[in-house]
């Protein structure tokens, strides 16, 4: 720390850089973790409910290893979110100063709801030895309801700031008046967050899915194993189709109410009517270089017609456009593109599965499925930078920019680089004790694979 | 009692709860810390992690409550904290991570060599976690956190008050989790590990009183305001915590069992109502008045429904927890 600042600009740039990067990585990383949140206790109680109905120890070992999973996803996910909650006071406090009044709110909700959820997650998770079958697979519900209405209120919130709305500015800008229905339920919210929790569906299918095929791949064919891929892979696959739907309609709502976020991701350097559909490619100003370009069909699928204007970055004010529209168009296109080979792979296994009741034979089957965990991760993380660096320079939409939210707190370049070092710590060392657990379960081998409710089972009327 | 007023009561429900649970949670990594080497340490290790893994993350969210209300409710005043306390604020975050995933972890690992590195994170972020949090309160009761913020970001903890609530907040959290433990290793029927709590819960209540009376002579000379009024409007809660305390010390010290738990929350709730009673008006003794922070009506309304249904869905979940986890129908 020097007594005097001597690139007074400079520094405060950086140090919104810094704060930018640290907050892009820490919620990339609890993302993740809460897509486990979101998703898992809706597909352990699937294979939960199999295990009980039709006495299934194969579908009742997988609920039981699942839960001690997110055991662990649950607890590194909760001190992430924790995090999260520090840094709007660490990093914006400006922000939070001025609107927490209104879309507070919204936090207030989600924190009810992940509440309920973390009790009967431990009663859940805690409860397989001394619950009674059906009373345990009870207790799991609320996490599903929870799960869903946490994603829903905290998405809210996220939309919000896309689409503020529900509260009344006086002259020095303070808040004096709030709606919170209006904050709540403002226009963003209707896609954003059902987009997120599909997201989080396919995440979850998808990713313990490439797990099982992975291990088929290795040659692990016992009914555990098609029943670990099965039964996420259908969850994931069913949430594909609808999720295309929501986005489709998503893009659109984009398109209309935030035009400089549309127009920096398809790339459209001039407003007018019969706007070209370019994939990949680099944006410049004059512009896009090396990509494949479809006539019309950019306007076409914003307003189903060649004849529909969109509004291009020529008409967004110079110090209100987007920065980097390579990286955004490239995000977009990436999380579209593996949306849709989502959706293909699932038209494969459907007509595989109506012709033999079987996936398909090649290893290529598998080989795919190993990699739709790792990609619907990369189409998440895509979708968040779209709608994050999509609004810049703008925290809150027109009302307050990102460089007016940041603290004045020296050492945020510092506290980013101790941020990574502890999270990478942190990942390393939830991989590798999820890697023993599911070693140990391997070397226990069949003797452990045994009801997990047995030596209730008898005594208790479930 | 104001809209605001309300809500400033709602903050420090959730204060109460954190302060009581999480306190606990807390010292129980304590007592892990200090437990000794892996054999002597087994036992009371095994019997604090019994009865720490089931609750200690729906215990934990009471921070999270606390955060939100904050910042909904008092904006402002959240935004002076952070952009002061900064420091400790950040380094009881980074408590949270280690403290969390040691725990996490060491549940799950197999061999002795992860499982002590995982420990150790555990205990020793159990103990830094509060210490931080506890000089975040000092400074607040001091007057260090200028109602604009950007305070100065050492000089406004690291003074003689600030540090001494540090302590005591590690030592309340040792005190609770050993009344805690006593009554879990009675319900276990060891007999051994409820006399080895018992002898713990001695010594911290003797080290939380002792830390508590260097406390108020830190008060009368750092947080005159504070003092002044906890000393008179206050008094009650006071006195009500010292005979809750000595009541607790003559149970223990007969052997008896009743009231354990009920007579050490009652020391840690008046305590910190108490010091509620001692700032008011004032959230930022003396620059910000609660009235002066508040939010909008609307957004207080929402914050009292928000409660309304944390009290009536949150509260009979987490006794339905406590109750499980109690008649050892969880592991």
């Known amino acids: 720390m020097l007594p005097f600042d001597p690139l007074p600009l400079a520094a405060s740039a950086s140090n919104l850089l810094a704060a930018r990067e640290q907050m892009a990585f820490t919620l990339g990383f609890h993302i993740v973790l809460s897509c486990l949140g979101v998703a898992l206790p809706a597909t352990i109680l699937v294979a939960n409910y199999i295990g009980l109905k039709k006495g299934d120890e194969a579908a009742l070992e997988l609920a039981k290893r699942w839960s001690k999973a997110m055991a662990l996803t649950f607890a590194v996910g909760a001190v992430t979110g924790t995090v999260l909650s520090f840094e709007f006071g660490l990093l914006w406090p400006h922000f939070m100063d001025r609107f927490g009044a209104a879309?507070?709110?919204?936090?207030?909700?989600?924190?009810?709801?992940?509440?309920?959820?973390?009790?009967?997650?431990?009663?859940?998770?805690?409860?397989?030895?001394?619950?009674?079958?059906?009373?345990?697979?009870?207790?799991?519900?609320p996490m599903v309801i929870t799960g869903i209405g946490g994603a829903f209120s905290v998405v809210a919130a996220n939309s919000w700031m896309n689409q503020p709305q529900g509260f009344t500015l006086d002259a020095t800008g303070k808040v004096v008046d709030v709606e919170p229905v209006q904050v709540l339920l403002n226009p963003a919210t209707g896609y954003e967050a059902p987009h997120m929790i599909l997201a989080a569906y396919m995440v979850v299918g998808f990713l313990v899915a490439s797990i099982y095929a992975v291990g088929m791949l290795k040659g692990r064919r016992d009914r555990l194993h098609r029943l670990?891929?099965?039964?996420?892979?259908?969850?994931?696959?069913?949430?594909?189709?609808i999720q295309l739907f929501v986005g489709d309609t998503a893009a659109r709502e984009v398109a209309d109410h935030q035009p400089a976020?549309?127009?920096?991701?398809?790339?459209?350097?001039?407003?007018?009517?019969?706007?070209?559909?370019?994939?990949?490619?680099?944006?410049?100003?004059?512009?896009?270089?090396?990509?494949?370009?479809?006539?019309?069909?950019?306007?076409?699928?914003?307003?189903?017609?060649?004849?529909?204007?969109?509004?291009?970055?020529?008409?967004?004010?110079?110090?209100?456009?987007?920065?980097?529209?390579?990286?955004?168009?490239?995000?977009?296109?990436?999380?579209?593109?593996?949306?849709?080979?989502?959706?293909?792979?699932?038209?494969?296994?459907?007509?595989?599965?109506?012709?033999?009741?079987?996936?398909?034979?090649?290893?290529?089957?598998?080989?795919?499925?190993?990699?739709?965990?790792?990609?619907?991760?990369?189409?998440l993380w895509?979708?968040?930078?779209?709608?994050?660096?999509?609004?810049?320079?703008?925290?809150?939409?027109?009302?307050?920019?990102?460089?007016?939210?940041?603290?004045?707190?020296?050492?945020?370049?510092?506290?980013?680089?101790?941020?990574?070092?502890?999270?990478?710590?942190?990942?390393?060392?939830?991989?590798?004790?999820?890697?023993s657990m599911s070693r140990r379960w391997r070397e226990q081998g069949a003797e452990d694979v045994q009801s997990p409710y047995a030596p209730q089972r008898e005594e208790e009327p479930a | 009692m104001s809209k605001a007023d309300a809500a400033a009561a709602i903050l420090w429900a959730g204060a109460t709860f954190y302060a009581l649970f999480g306190g606990a949670d807390f010292g129980g990594g304590f007592w892990d810390l200090i437990a000794g080497g892996p054999e002597r340490g087994q036992r009371p290790r095994d019997t604090i992690q019994r009865s720490l893994t089931p609750v200690w993350e729906a215990n934990h969210v009471w921070l999270i409550f606390v955060l939100v209300v904050l910042w909904t409710a008092f904006p402002s005043a959240f935004s002076a904290i952070f952009t002061t306390l900064y420091v400790p604020i950040?380094?009881?975050?980074?408590?949270?991570?280690?403290?969390?995933?040691?725990?996490?972890?060491?549940?799950?690992?197999?061999?002795?060599?992860?499982?002590?590195?995982?420990?150790?994170?555990?205990?020793?972020?159990?103990?830094?976690?509060?210490?931080?949090?506890?000089?975040?309160?000092?400074?607040?009761?001091?007057?260090?956190?200028?109602?604009?913020?950007?305070?100065?970001?050492?000089?406004?903890?690291?003074?003689?008050?600030?540090l001494l609530i540090g302590a005591m907040f590690?030592?309340?959290?040792?005190?609770?989790?050993?009344?805690?433990?006593?009554?879990d290793a009675r319900r276990a029927g060891d007999e051994e590990m409820e006399r080895y709590f018992e002898r713990r819960a001695l010594g911290a209540a003797v080290a939380a009183g002792a830390l508590a009376l260097a406390g108020l002579f830190a008060l009368h000379s750092e947080a005159r305001y504070v003092f002044d009024r906890l000393t008179s409007q206050g008094l009650p809660l006071v006195i009500v915590s010292l005979l809750c305390g000595a009541a607790l010390l003559v149970v223990l010290?007969?052997?008896?069992?009743?009231?354990?738990?009920?007579?050490?929350?009652?020391?840690v709730i008046t305590v910190i109502w108490g010091w509620a009673v001692a700032q008011f008006p004032y959230l930022l003794?003396?620059?910000?008045?609660?009235?002066?922070?508040?939010?909008?009506?609307?957004?207080?309304?929402?914050?009292?429904?928000?409660?309304?249904?944390?009290?009536?869905?949150?509260?009979?979940?987490?006794?339905?927890?406590?109750?499980?986890a109690q008649r050892d129908l969880l592991e």
């Not at chain 1, 670990?228 to 189709?241: D, K, S, V």
């Not at chain 2, 197999?110 to 555990?122: P, W």
């Not at chain 2, 159990?126 to 305070?151: C, D, K, Q, R, W």
């Not at chain 2, 914050?303 to 927890?321: E, K």
Request: charged content about 15%; proline content about 5%.
């Open chain 1, 228 to 241: 670990g891929l099965l039964i996420p892979l259908t969850i994931g696959l069913i949430a594909t189709p």
């Open chain 2, 170 to 183: 590690v030592a309340t959290g040792a005190y609770l989790a050993a009344v805690f433990l006593v009554g």
């Open chain 2, 90 to 162: 950040a380094l009881a975050a980074l408590g949270i991570v280690l403290r969390g995933a040691g725990f996490a972890f060491r549940k799950s690992i197999v061999g002795l060599q992860g499982r002590r590195a995982m420990g150790a994170t555990f205990a020793i972020s159990s103990v830094l976690t509060p210490f931080f949090m506890g000089t975040v309160v000092g400074a607040i009761a001091a007057g260090n956190v200028p109602a604009e913020g950007n305070g100065d970001a050492f000089s406004s903890w690291i003074q003689p008050l600030p």
């Open chain 1, 103 to 141: 879309f507070g709110v919204a936090f207030a909700i989600e924190g009810i709801f992940f509440f309920i959820e973390a009790i009967f997650l431990a009663i859940y998770i805690y409860g397989w030895k001394r619950l009674g079958g059906w009373a345990h697979f009870w207790s799991g519900m």
């Open chain 1, 261 to 379: 976020k549309f127009a920096a991701m398809e790339c459209i350097q001039e407003s007018g009517d019969h706007q070209t559909e370019y994939v990949g490619g680099i944006c410049t100003s004059d512009g896009v270089k090396a990509a494949i370009g479809i006539p019309d069909l950019d306007s076409y699928l914003v307003g189903f017609s060649a004849d529909t204007k969109v509004i291009g970055l020529n008409d967004i004010p110079d110090d209100e456009r987007p920065p980097a529209n390579t990286m955004l168009h490239l995000a977009f296109d990436a999380m579209v593109g593996i949306g849709t080979a989502l959706l293909a792979l699932g038209a494969w296994t459907a007509v595989v599965w109506w012709k033999r009741r079987d996936i398909p034979r090649t290893p290529w089957f598998l080989r795919i499925v190993a990699v739709t965990g790792a990609a619907s991760i990369l189409a």
């Open chain 1, 382 to 435: 895509c979708g968040w930078i779209v709608t994050e660096v999509g609004r810049q320079p703008w925290i809150v939409q027109g009302y307050m920019r990102t460089s007016e939210a940041v603290t004045d707190a020296e050492g945020i370049w510092f506290s980013f680089g101790l941020v990574l070092l502890l999270y990478a710590a942190l990942g390393t060392g939830a991989v590798l004790v999820l890697r």
């Open chain 2, 253 to 267: 010290l007969r052997g008896r069992r009743r009231p354990l738990r009920p007579l050490a929350a009652g020391a």
């Open chain 2, 285 to 324: 003794p003396t620059t910000l008045r609660i009235d002066q922070a508040a939010a909008p009506d609307p957004t207080m309304t929402t914050i009292f429904i928000v409660f309304a249904v944390a009290a009536a869905l949150v509260l009979p979940s987490l006794g339905l927890l406590y109750t499980l």
